[in-house]
């Protein structure tokens, strides 16, 4: 009776969560003029011409590689610079790490508007504007110091007596690190990656200011074709449908790390 | 904490601290720059000192914006927190229904924001969309363009609906991280479901709240595309939240110095609030550690 009330409370809120992006997948079947005269649970008529033009287009669909390309390598620097420096907080005390810890998240609290001509001026006297590396490393800003939080929150949470263990039976750092820690912590490393992609895939703003045309990225090509010739709702809906693919993948590869959790036996 | 004690750990901030810092440090120090300059063209400025920054802070406008803003990622907490640690505590351990709820969940975190406000424009527009009609076939008049308590309602269930999934993955991977013989303990012990909520659960979930909770104040108090794109800001200002009105000052001004004040201000607020939040947060951990 229990579990019953719990799934249904799911079922419930995941009904609701579905519903907009229902109307979405709705919308991008359906063409403009349809959209905008007629209201139905389901398309009559069903077209898929709004994403035969995002497949066939090219100024379309570079932006999801372009997308794609920047925010995997936002990823793998997140992770591979927040790892040691997360452990290194976890474990360690050392001159000014709580400062350093909470400036780390300060830099998420900046107002991106009046940010962005600095950012511009920055990235182009290096020569770096137009670059899908530009944008991953100016994503690093918000994305390093997420990852940071959510990796020592993780590593906390692991006895300091299994890094204890580790050494005393004769493991190096690096071997501990790879072959012991990462795998008791894979949970947080999971979120951490999938937040690392999300809030890099979603960015506006930062992205759009960075690029011009070589490294465009998918969210900046919406708003240019809306803007041009009024809305084309069904298309903007196809985009924001082919938008979630991605991500959905991402989180389908590391559901397993989310939902084992580590035990403690391992060691 | 029992940590060792060791300024070598440094070796191993170094990586982020500079890929930071090369991004965040620069443009901060030209913020900072024009925001006591009256920057008239290359080469002419003016050093104003602290003037835009006492305009920014007499502008009645400004409080009102700022009053939304509080209100706003209060409810924004109030409501976002609660309800995805209840769902994250109703997602199966594992199994098919734990990895379908997780990917589930995900969904609206990966649409842009901006086609988030679009697709709600449509979605509750009473015309031709579902939420829309389906509120006003239940007799109750909606239209979010024209009266301010649709226009909060309508940018709340957006923001909710948006950011809960936020707080239910954060909160979900915390109580997985919970070794399962603690909930054998409490099963020996007799203990209620609410007993080994609040005496387990709830203490172990505490440093991933504590992100969940900063993350969604300093988020949702930077908001700027969804409500944008939904309402303008409008009916009249009532959903002009802090950043609406930083952009709309901004825009349109050849002078960006007033803006720049009101950034630093803007930051400013959140670095305060986050520091208290952060504060009281470690506090409460040093009273029932594990």
């Known amino acids: ?267 | 904490m029992n940590k060792w004690e060791d300024n070598k750990a440094w070796l191993m901030v170094i990586p982020v601290f500079l890929v930071v810092a090369v991004s965040a440090i620069l443009p901060l120090m030209t913020v900072v720059n024009y925001s006591i300059q009256d920057i008239f063209g290359p080469g002419q400025r003016v050093f104003v000192g602290t003037e835009w920054y006492r305009e920014a802070l007499l502008d009645p406008r400004l409080h009102e914006a700022l009053g939304r803003q509080l209100l706003f990622s209060s409810l924004v907490l109030l409501i976002e927190i609660p309800l995805g640690i209840l769902i994250a505590l109703m997602i199966p351990k594992k199994g098919w229904g734990a990895s379908l709820s997780l990917v589930l969940v995900a969904l609206p975190l990966l649409i842009p924001w901006n086609v988030i406000g679009t697709i709600w424009i449509i979605f509750t527009r009473p015309d031709i969309g579902l939420f829309g009609a389906a509120i006003n076939s239940m007799g109750l008049p909606f239209d979010h363009t024209a009266s301010p308590l649709d226009a909060w309602i309508t940018v709340m269930l957006m923001e909710v609906w948006h950011w809960t999934p936020l707080v239910v993955l954060l909160a979900y991977a915390g109580l997985r991280a919970i070794p399962e013989a603690y909930f054998q303990a409490a099963r020996i012990d007799g203990a209620s479901n609410w007993a080994t909520f609040r005496y387990i659960q709830l203490p172990k979930m505490r440093g991933v709240l504590t992100i969940a909770i900063l993350l969604r104040f300093m988020d949702s108090f930077l908001i700027y595309a969804e409500p944008f794109v939904l309402t303008g800001g409008g009916p009249g200002n009532s959903t002009t939240f802090l950043s609406i009105y930083l952009v709309k000052q901004a825009v349109g001004q050849f002078d960006l110095g007033p803006a720049a004040a009101f950034s630093i201000i803007y930051f400013l607020i959140i670095l305060l609030f986050c520091w208290l939040f952060y504060q009281a947060l470690i506090k409460v951990g040093t009273g029932d550690k594990p």
């Not at chain 1, 927040?82 to 300060?106: E, I």
């Not at chain 1, 609290?109 to 020569?127: I, N």
């Not at chain 1, 090509?221 to 979630?244: C, F, K, N, P």
Request: positive net charge; charged residues 10%; glycine residues 6%.
């Open chain 1, 1 to 267: 009776m229990k579990l019953q009330k719990r799934t249904v409370g799911l079922v419930i809120y995941f009904v609701l969560l579905l519903l907009p992006i229902y109307w979405m997948l709705n919308m991008s079947l359906r063409t403009n003029a349809d959209i905008m005269k007629v209201f139905t649970f389901y398309p009559h008529e069903p077209t898929i011409a709004n994403y035969v033009k995002i497949f066939t287009d090219e100024s379309w669909y570079s932006g999801y590689l372009n997308s794609f390309y920047y925010v995997s390598m936002n990823v793998v620097f997140s992770l591979l610079t927040a790892l040691p420096a997360a452990y290194a907080f976890s474990r360690y005390t050392f001159l000014g790490d709580k400062h350093l810890f909470f400036w780390l998240l300060t830099n998420r609290m900046a107002p991106a508007a009046v940010f962005l001509l600095p950012f511009f001026q920055l990235y182009s006297t290096f020569g770096l504007i137009d670059t899908h590396f530009a944008v991953a490393l100016s994503h690093c800003l918000f994305n390093v110091p997420l990852a940071v939080w959510v990796l020592e929150g993780f590593m906390s949470g692991v006895p300091r007596e299994i890094d204890e263990m580790a050494y005393i039976d004769g493991y190096s750092f690096p071997r501990f690190f790879l072959t012991i820690f990462m795998p008791l912590i894979r949970t947080g490393i999971g979120v951490t990656a999938f937040f690392c992609f999300m809030f890099s895939w979603v960015e506006l703003l930062l992205a759009r200011t960075l690029t011009t045309t070589e490294a465009k990225p998918i969210a900046a090509i919406m708003t240019r074709t809306v803007s041009a010739s009024g809305l084309d709702w069904g298309l903007l809906a196809a985009a924001g449908v082919l938008t979630i693919v991605p991500g959905a993948l991402v989180i389908w590869f590391v559901r397993n790390h989310l939902a084992k959790g580590f035990a403690l036996g391992r060691v």
